[in-house]
Structures are given as structure tokens and as C-alpha cells.
């Protein structure tokens, strides 16, 4: 799978800015995606989810955008504040590498820094 | 209400030494989820359990690693022989099943496993 190492995207948004963080997945037959918020010495934590006969699915100031055709998802974060500075993760459930179709695939993360 | 939980935060093992990871689902999850997260990236599938059956181990790196859930609630990852490139964080994840099938899934706080 693709890995950046160290050197995660990153995405520096003012405080109060509208924030979209983008996301290949893999697999096309993937049927659930989830978005996780992943802070510094914690474990991912759960955002938002949407299934794949959606397009689009909103929350509390989060709305997540789906384009199967493409194979892309985006997470939008309205009126972003400095407790959104995290690492974001997209994930599909199966993906790639084969095995259970219950696993998670993680997309490469995205950094979001939110200036004041 | 509890989340996820795993014991212990942090462990230093010195190359060659056994070390077992302790995993406490949501209670009532049926599913429960190991993944591996090296630094910078996303969490990596380890193995998968529904119940107290392993139905899926194909992300283990290699013989070394074992995990168990005797009881289908707490899971145990347990590493043999450690080597340098085990220093990972370990994730443990839990999961409702609606309809035969898992959807979100919750996640510990890791732990973070050094080799030395």
C-alpha cells in the first residue's frame, strides 16, 4: 500500500475556514467508508461513515462526498476550529491485500494544521 | 459509556523477549479488530476475530505473532522473539454486526511497542 513515512500531507487552514481533505480508495467493489480523526498519541476516532449507494452524507459540521466513478472521497469541515489539528485517515471496508472483507484499509493520512 | 480499551500504553522489549498485548472490546461487540501502525502511516489489518473465532490472520507478518479472544471478549496479540521492526503502535478495534456484516469500528488507544 502507499505510505508517505514522515512526511504526511498536509493541509494549513485559518481558523473559522471551510477545510476539504481528499482521498483515493482502492478498491471499487468497496461498499462502506469511514473517515477517522487520528490526534497525537491517541487511536483513530470515528467521524463520519457513508455507504456506497450514498454520494453524499452530512453530520455535525462535517459533510463526507463520495465519487465512486472515480474512486474518491472527500471530508469537508465547516467553520474549522483548533481542535480539528489532526491527522485524518479515509478508510474502505476490504480494500486491497486480499482477506476478510470485514477489515478496514487505511488511505494515506492527511495533516491538518489550523492557524489562528 | 467505555470505550475501547488496551493494556499495556507503553512497552519496551529488548530484541529476542516474548510480549503480549492486552485488548478490552466495547462490551457486546462481536467483532474485534488488530492493526499495526508504524510511524507517519495508516493502521495496517493484522487479524480478525468474530467471537472467540479467528476468521482471519492473513495480515500477521509472520509466525511470531499470535493473537487469541478464548473467551469472544478480551483478545491478547502476543509477539514472540521480538526484532526491531515489531516497534510499531498496535491498535485494537471493536465492532457491532448489523446483518452480518461489521461497519464502524472503534478504536483503542494503542500501544506503542519499542524494541530495543
Known amino acids: 500500500g502507499e505510505s508517505v513515512g514522515l512526511h504526511l500531507p498536509t493541509l494549513s487552514v485559518q481558523e473559522g475556514d471551510n477545510s476539504i481533505i481528499n482521498c483515493a480508495y482502492s478498491?471499487?467493489?468497496?461498499?462502506?467508508f469511514i473517515w477517522y480523526k487520528q490526534e497525537s498519541g491517541k487511536g483513530p476516532q470515528f467521524i463520519i461513515d457513508i455507504r456506497s449507494n450514498m454520494d453524499k452524507r452530512q453530520g455535525q459540521r462535517v459533510t463526507v462526498l463520495l465519487n465512486k466513478t472515480v474512486k474518491h472521497l472527500s471530508l469537508q469541515i465547516a467553520a474549522t476550529q483548533p481542535g480539528d489539528s489532526a491527522v485524518y485517515f479515509c478508510a474502505e471496508r476490504g480494500g486491497r491485500g486480499g482477506g476478510t472483507a470485514s477489515k478496514l484499509t487505511f488511505g494515506t493520512g492527511t495533516r491538518l494544521q489550523v492557524t489562528l | 459509556g467505555a470505550g475501547v480499551s488496551q493494556s499495556p500504553r507503553y512497552k519496551v522489549a529488548k530484541r529476542g523477549q516474548d510480549v503480549a498485548l492486552r485488548c478490552d472490546p466495547i462490551?457486546?461487540?462481536?467483532?474485534l479488530f488488530w492493526y499495526q501502525q508504524a510511524l507517519g502511516q495508516g493502521p495496517e489489518f493484522l487479524t480478525y476475530f468474530q467471537n472467540e473465532a479467528q476468521l482471519d490472520k492473513s495480515g500477521l507478518p509472520s509466525d511470531r505473532f499470535f493473537a487469541e479472544r478464548p473467551e469472544g471478549s478480551v483478545s491478547t496479540l502476543k509477539i514472540q522473539r521480538t526484532q526491531q521492526e515489531d516497534s510499531a503502535v498496535y491498535l485494537c478495534?471493536?465492532?457491532?454486526?448489523?446483518?452480518?456484516?461489521?461497519?464502524?469500528?472503534?478504536f483503542g488507544p494503542g500501544t506503542r511497542l519499542t524494541v530495543t
Open positions: 478495534a471493536s465492532s457491532p454486526t448489523r446483518d452480518g456484516k461489521t461497519y464502524e469500528q472503534y
Open positions: 478498491n471499487s467493489a468497496s461498499d462502506y
Open positions: 462490551s457486546g461487540h462481536v467483532s
